[in-house]
């Protein structure tokens, strides 16, 4: 399983993902996945506690990485919750990442640690950039094996655009691009824009993910 991989890979307690919206199901909450107890997801799952749940709330709104820290001000059923979960061993810290979808699809990816308050901060800003990469191979893996999104082909990237996306994967700035393909900025970043049209993208990251999930770069 993935999710134990990078879970171990960074010494995470457990990660999870959970698909809140897929357009083609009618669901709510349609698919997940986790490496947390399975007493604590019967438990969940038995409770609903997709209700009060104030880590799925950053799903209806947020965009960025939220550190569950800023959660313990939610509301006394929140707290609750997040108070039962530790209980079951679920982590004393978190870090969710939000993803949407280029058909309206929404997960959430989070992962959990019970190391100390400093050194989950460590962890947590040495890793955030790559969480949120993963997060979005995660989402588009889940909802294509399980029939959530009606799968299409893609326009077939160009080669400057393969090549701008490959490098702009491996972490080289577009400055650094340009001069290394020997074309102007502007030109790169120009590539990059209409790779991710083509792969139907809202952000970066989540055009590297497709395009590694297509096998048309390497990461």
Not at 28 to 43: I, M, R, V
Not at 67 to 74: H, I, K, N, Q, T
Not at 129 to 152: M, N, P, W
Not at 195 to 216: H, M, P
């Amino acid at each position: 399983m993935v999710l134990a991989e990078i879970r171990q890979a960074y010494g995470f307690a457990h990660a999870t993902l959970l698909v809140v919206r897929a357009g083609i199901s009618p669901r709510p909450y349609p698919f997940f996945c986790t490496t947390y107890p399975s007493e604590w997801t019967a438990t969940y799952l038995r409770k609903n506690y997709f209700e009060i749940d104030p880590v799925i709330a950053i799903s209806r709104t947020g965009f960025l990485p939220v550190d569950w820290y800023v959660l313990r001000g939610s509301s006394e059923k929140g707290k609750a919750f997040l108070s039962d979960a530790r209980a079951f061993g679920v982590g004393r810290h978190g870090l969710t990442v939000p993803v949407r979808g280029a058909n309206g699809e929404r997960s959430l990816f989070s992962v959990t640690s019970d190391m100390s308050r400093s050194n989950w901060r460590r962890l947590r800003d040495s890793s955030i950039c790559e969480l949120q990469v993963f997060s979005q191979y995660l989402h588009d893996k889940a909802v294509l094996i399980s029939d959530l999104r009606a799968s299409g082909a893609h326009d077939v990237l160009s080669r400057r655009e393969r090549e701008c996306l490959q490098l702009i994967a491996r972490g080289e700035p577009p400055k650094r691009i340009a001069a290394t393909l020997q074309i102007s900025e502007g030109t790169v970043r120009l590539y990059l824009r209409l790779a991710r049209r083509k792969l139907g993208a809202r952000t970066l990251y989540q055009a590297i993910a497709r395009a590694s999930l297509l096998e048309v770069i390497d990461v």
